[in-house]
């Protein structure tokens, strides 16, 4: 065994920095699938938020019978802890940053990690845009960061990328992957190019739709038909774009934007809409109305 690879069986703690929507649905499945988990807010409310949403989906998740044999709603709750102390994660062997999209945020976060934890331990970030290799250089173990990029919601969503930094090793790519499987998920890998592989594509065709929307080529209800309806994909562009939050769509199609250049301009409409601060689904309007 190569000296980087540090096997799936010492993978026991696993911290999970960011207590919001990615890293509460973190959290939940990985304590789900047996592991200790804690999980680290910046205020004790957003610690609790984070709670509140995993109690609710657990409880979802029961009512279909679709927790793992021999798991309950208590015992899973019960292998997670809440703190707003970084340092209460020091004896985790695998930490997944789910905070803001920010470089400097993450590359904060990974600095006082690198810190913090054994120098074994895997350093693993849920970022959708940002590379690996820019947030690897602030700490001292850019061999040991990788992209796990989890998908909305995580309980759900079958899938992980797993996104390759200029220096992770070919072990910490692989183990990536071992735990990502064992929370029973499907990976893909990307190299740490801008977007990975689902940004990359996704954020120019939610704009393209927008776009179309705007400037008249049909309804947004055809639109989405359309695409529902002619290319067999579950949700049309307005509606996913609902769905991912209009504030986060403008934000990674910026970011593509910078690095990628013209043919990712996220469409006028979206920042209007963002402006408007209808932002979708979770403020009651976007594209559509909900209750
Ligand atoms: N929401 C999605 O659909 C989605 C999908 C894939 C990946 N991601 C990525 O996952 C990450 C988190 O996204 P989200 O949607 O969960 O965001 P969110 O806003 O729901 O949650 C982020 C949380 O991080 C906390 N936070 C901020 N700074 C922190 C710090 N220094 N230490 C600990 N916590 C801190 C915030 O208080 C907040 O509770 C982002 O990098 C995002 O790009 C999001």
């Not at 070919?170 to 940004?199: C, M, R």
Request: charged share 30%.
């Amino acid at each position: 065994m190569s000296q980087d690879h540090r096997s799936l069986d010492s993978i026991d703690r696993v911290g999970v920095v960011g207590a919001g929507t990615m890293g509460s649905g973190i959290a939940q499945v990985a304590a789900t699938h047996g592991y200790d988990v804690i999980v680290r807010d910046i205020e004790q409310e957003y610690v609790e938020n984070g709670f509140e949403t995993i109690e609710n989906s657990l409880g979802r998740l029961d009512d279909r019978d679709s927790l793992p044999d021999g798991e309950d709603t208590e015992t899973i709750r019960n292998r997670i802890e809440g703190t707003t102390d970084l340092a209460d994660l020091a004896d985790c062997d695998l930490v997944v940053e789910a905070a803001l999209e920010d470089l400097d945020v993450k590359r904060d976060v990974f600095a006082d990690l690198d810190d913090l934890v054994d120098d074994e331990a895997v350093l693993a970030t849920n970022t959708s845009t940002i590379s690996i290799t820019s947030i690897a250089i602030a700490t001292e173990r850019p061999e040991r960061v990788v992209g796990l990029h989890f998908m909305n919601p995580v309980p759900i969503m079958e899938g992980v990328e797993v996104v390759v930094g200029e220096k992770t090793t070919d072990g910490i790519t692989a183990l990536a992957h071992e735990f990502a499987e064992a929370l029973e998920k499907t990976t893909w890998e990307s190299d740490d190019k801008p977007g990975f592989v689902t940004n990359r594509i996704l954020m120019p065709w939610l704009n393209e739709g927008i776009r179309a929307y705007d400037e008249g080529v049909a309804t947004k209800e055809d639109i989405d038909a359309g695409m529902e309806l002619g290319t067999n994909v579950p949700m049309g562009p307005l509606t996913l774009a609902d769905h991912i939050g209009l504030d986060i769509c403008l934000h990674a199609s910026e970011t593509l934007h910078e690095e990628l250049g013209d043919r990712y301009q996220p469409a006028y409409l979206l920042k209007r809409k963002v402006e408007a601060g209808e932002l979708g689904k979770k403020t009651g309007k976007g594209f559509y109305e909900y209750e």
